[in-house]
Nanobody, 119 residues
Framework: QVQLVESGGGLVQAGGSLRLSCAAS????????VGWFRQAPGKEREVVAR????????YSADSVKGRFTISRDNAKNTVYLQMNSLKPEDTAVYYC????????????WGQGTQVTVSS
């Protein structure tokens, strides 16, 4: 099975940018569809963006569309989330997750990375 480790979180001012990385080990990440999720205190986890195993047709939630971009580099076994024009409401723990492309459920999760956006 695949193991996932997120990095790149931190504290940034509103309007700033961060790039999160999701590094895979154990199996090639090219075998999996990958999603980025976030969970803010007191709120449910929500999907932010997802990308197919091939990289086609990436999806971004309406709340981040035009600001966040998901991409993948299968040669580096890594998926990225570029976050621009950050807002205080983007503050959350961000998780990457992977799933078999034929299935609906994300079975493999990273430990999360904190993103804090100050106003």
């Amino acid at each position: 099975q695949v193991q996932l480790v997120e990095s790149g979180g931190g504290l940034v001012q509103a309007g700033g940018s961060l790039r999160l990385s999701c590094a895979a080990s154990g199996r090639p990440i090219s075998s999996y569809a990958v999603g980025w999720f976030r969970q803010a205190p007191g709120k449910e986890r929500e999907v932010v963006a997802r990308i197919s195993w091939s990289g086609n047709s990436p999806y971004s939630a309406d709340s981040v569309k035009g600001r966040f971009t998901i991409s993948r580099d299968n040669a580096k076994n890594t998926v990225y989330l570029q976050m621009n024009s950050l807002k205080p409401e983007d503050t959350a723990v961000y998780y990457c997750a992977a799933k078999n492309p034929a299935l609906a459920k994300y079975d493999y999760w990273g430990q999360g990375t904190q993103v804090t956006v100050s106003s």
